[in-house]
């Protein structure tokens, strides 16, 4: 018997692998890190639309270091679980890295939806306040 390579047996090997170290690196995937991701992708196209509108011009290298930024971000954040592991479970550690680089990515998404004259939701608003004074939901304070 052999083994023929399709393209989605390639990309289903390629699925599993990338899922177990994401599990391995996060800890599973909660939606706390999905709302990061998902910040982390609005922030970066506001920021660009933003540059755009203010006539700044597309920088390959601006583009380059942002990008650069948010995967520190993420790896903060994979360190912070290896901290949480270190410590015997829970996730205090990782939840307050999450929370925290969060409301940072809101803020610059309220001020680039800002530059760009867009209203920025007011439940957004209030969001950012409480997560910035929000428990980790193991109930340790960070």
């Not at 995967?71 to 996730?91: E, F, P, T, Y």
Request: with cysteine; aromatic share 6%; net charge neutral.
């Amino acid at each position: 018997m052999t083994l023929h390579l399709t393209p989605g047996l390639v990309l289903s090997s390629a699925g599993a692998v990338v899922g177990s170290i994401l599990s391995f690196a996060y800890g599973g995937w909660s939606e706390a890190l999905t709302a990061l991701v998902v910040a982390i992708g609005v922030d970066y196209v506001t920021g660009v639309a933003a540059a755009v509108k203010r006539k700044q011009g597309l920088s390959s290298t601006i583009g380059f270091r942002g990008l650069t930024m948010k995967g520190i971000m993420l790896l903060v954040i994979l360190l912070a679980h290896r901290i949480d592991v270190l410590l015997g479970g829970g996730s205090a550690v990782m939840s307050g890295a999450i929370y925290f680089y969060l409301v940072n990515e809101l803020i610059s998404i309220a001020e680039n939806c800002g530059e760009l004259g867009i209203p920025f939701p007011d439940k957004l608003k209030s969001l950012i306040a409480v997560l910035r004074d929000r428990e980790p939901p193991d109930g340790k304070q960070q």
